[in-house]
């Protein structure tokens, strides 16, 4: 197969967008690699095509984000601005700045990114951000969370319109409409359109788990294993993760209706939660864990320790997880915010 017949076709690109085309605007998160410069290139031909047939066309607004961690992520940065003024797009550049961790780089520059997307669309008006997460990118989630035991809400991957992970602001949807395109045909896409890109050389770089994940997969492959195969799991484990939380649901209205206080506490009758299958109980107990407390969600595996402890009849009285205070009776489980912490004087 040639590079032009691997490029998407027109029509391939615009269903790409199926149910964009009437919000008021989007934010392309764009880094000028391969996959996020051929986001910017189709979105700007689409909302085009959609200009010259007179249909309304969100507004497009692309914003790279330097992390200021590798002395060429300013010239890349300019590199994108040049292309989105061919394309019409208006550029944004925003800086992570501030002192960067020794340990954790890459995930404390992954929070800084969507922190600062969140910014750029409320600062717009905007309430969608579209990255460019690839099929690709799906098969190493999947193996990525699979090596560090994720349970099944790992293992669906990433979603294709999911909340932005960033505590404390306006609701922002994180849009990934490339996500079943592999990234061989964004590669060719461009190609065809003799536009270059940059190539972050820490995607190649071993210290990091997802570039050595990314060397086994030709081997994988090879046994049947490839990225193709692993998106499918995905998909399939995202139907069971779908039933599970319909099931939660309900069980969450017999057992405790919502809206659930801010403040005041949680109660479940004990009997009635133990009755539940485990992973019902599980997720039941989880979501009230984080909604009463101040620490997010729970590490699966401490709720897992929790939830034994509860069925075994070994847990302490009171104990406190994520931010909320668990106190167990013969009849009740009640979750609330914890107190304070008394500050430690030296």
């Not at 590079?3 to 199926?18: G, M, P």
């Not at 019409?88 to 969507?114: F, I, M, N, S």
């Not at 932005?164 to 990234?183: N, T």
């Not at 485990?278 to 709720?303: F, Y």
Request: aromatic share 4%.
């Amino acid at each position: 197969m040639s590079t032009v017949e691997q490029a998407l076709r027109d029509e391939e690109a615009r269903a790409l967008f199926d149910g964009l085309g009437g919000l008021p605007g989007l934010v392309i998160a764009v880094s000028g690699g391969a996959d996020s410069t051929a986001l910017l290139v189709i979105a700007a031909r689409w909302a085009q095509q959609r200009k010259n047939l007179r249909r309304k066309a969100p507004a497009l607004i692309a914003v790279t984000i330097d992390h200021g961690l590798r002395p060429q992520s300013g010239r890349e940065a300019q590199a994108v601005k040049r292309l989105a003024r061919r394309l019409g797009v208006p550029h944004r550049t925003l800086r992570w700045r501030g002192t960067k961790p020794k340990t954790g780089v890459q995930e404390a520059a992954r929070h800084a990114r969507y922190r600062l997307l969140a910014e750029a669309a409320s600062r717009a008006g905007y309430a969608h951000v579209l990255t460019a997460h690839t099929l690709d990118d799906q098969a190493e989630t999947v193996l990525f969370r699979l090596a560090r035991g994720s349970g099944l809400t790992g293992l669906a991957g990433m979603a294709r319109v999911s909340p932005l992970p960033v505590r404390g602001r306006r609701a922002i949807c994180l849009v990934r409409p490339l996500l079943g395109i592999p990234k061989a045909r964004l590669v060719a896409t461009l190609q065809a359109a003799g536009i270059g890109h940059s190539e972050d050389p820490t995607n190649r770089d071993p210290r990091f788990a997802r570039p050595r994940l990314r060397t086994l997969m030709p081997a994988l492959a090879s046994e049947g294993l490839d990225a193709r195969g692993l998106a499918r799991l995905a998909a399939r484990m995202r139907r069971a993760e779908d039933a599970l939380e319909f099931a939660v649901d309900a069980a969450c209205a017999a057992l405790a209706p919502r809206p659930w206080p801010q403040r005041g506490p949680i109660v479940f009758a004990a009997v009635r939660l133990g009755d539940l299958p485990a992973e019902v109980a599980l997720r039941l107990l989880g979501r009230a864990i984080a909604h009463a407390g101040d620490e997010g969600p729970v590490e699966l595996a401490k709720l897992e320790q929790l939830y034994a402890a509860l069925r075994q009849a070994r847990a302490p009285p009171r104990r406190t997880l994520a931010g909320a205070l668990i106190t167990l009776s013969s009849e009740r489980l009640i979750i609330e915010r914890a107190p304070p912490r008394r500050r430690r004087i030296s």
